[in-house]
T-cell receptor, first 117, second 113 residues
Framework: EAGVAQSPRYKIIEKRQSVAFWCNPISGHATLYWYQQILGQGPKLLIQFQNNGVVDDSQLPKDRFSAERLKGVDSTLKIQPAKLEDSAVYLC???????????????FGPGTRLLVL | AQSVTQPDIHITVSEGASLELRCNYSYGATPYLFWYVQSPGQGLQLLLKYFSGDTLVQGIKGFEAEFKRSQSSFNLRKPSVHWSDAAEYFCVIGTSGTYKYIFGTGTRLKVLA
């Protein structure tokens, strides 16, 4: 079974530029998550999709970050304009269709390392 | 409040020595517990998980964890550490209903040859 795919793996941009990240979840996984992981910290959830609908985007800086999940499969995360503090690893994860009585295991991609100069 | 505490930010052990990484949680319902490992430059890999049943859980790479409800703990153990185990380890609660993860702050493991 193929894992969660992300691209690019690395990106260097200057502040005020825009950047986009792509994620392809595991086939059949209904839920997709984007996390931001700043160096030395644990991942922080930015946005959670259930199929192509947003479940939680409470921690997404909506003035500069946007995300979409067309057709309930692939997803893109965009930053425009980027700031220095956006330098981080952006992780995508997916999980299977929901068991309403339990949690579900999340499977993570390799991440995209962003450096904003 | 829901939280996960990993008291040790850094741990250093010698290769071949035993390892225990501590994890304590605060959660009002039945916890779904995970341990993930993150090697440098890599994503998060699932080591093991506890949903219910036997409180001693076996995982990959020779790791195990024990769920102790009375102590609100889910400590990770390995009897003999290998140099390749050097990485950062995250204890995680999975929330039922909202299907979110609550991450601990992580423990960075260094292995001495």
């Amino acid at each position: 079974e193929a894992g969660v795919a992300q691209s690019p793996r690395y990106k260097i941009i200057e502040k005020r530029q825009s950047v986009a990240f792509w994620c392809n979840p595991i086939s059949g996984h209904a839920t997709l998550y984007w996390y931001q992981q700043i160096l030395g910290q644990g991942p922080k959830l930015l946005i959670q999709f259930q199929n192509n609908g947003v479940v939680d985007d409470s921690q997404l800086p909506k003035d500069r970050f946007s995300a979409e999940r067309l057709k309930g499969v692939d997803s893109t995360l965009k930053i425009q304009p980027a700031k220095l503090e956006d330098s981080a690893v952006y992780l995508c994860a997916s999980s299977p269709p929901k068991n309403p009585l339990a949690s579900e295991t999340q499977y993570f991609g390799p991440g995209t390392r962003l450096l904003v100069l | 409040a829901q939280s996960v505490t990993q008291p040790d930010i850094h741990i250093t052990v010698s290769e071949g020595a035993s390892l225990e990484l501590r994890c304590n949680y605060s959660y009002g319902a039945t916890p779904y517990l995970f341990w993930y490992v993150q090697s440098p430059g890599q994503g998060l890999q699932l080591l093991l998980k506890y949903f219910s049943g036997d409180t001693l859980v076996q995982g990959i790479k020779g790791f195990e964890a024990e769920f102790k409800r009375s102590q609100s703990s889910f400590n990770l153990r390995k009897p003999s550490v290998h140099w390749s185990d050097a990485a950062e380890y995250f204890c995680v609660i999975g929330t039922s209903g909202t299907y979110k993860y609550i991450f601990g702050t992580g423990t960075r493991l260094k292995v001495l040859a």
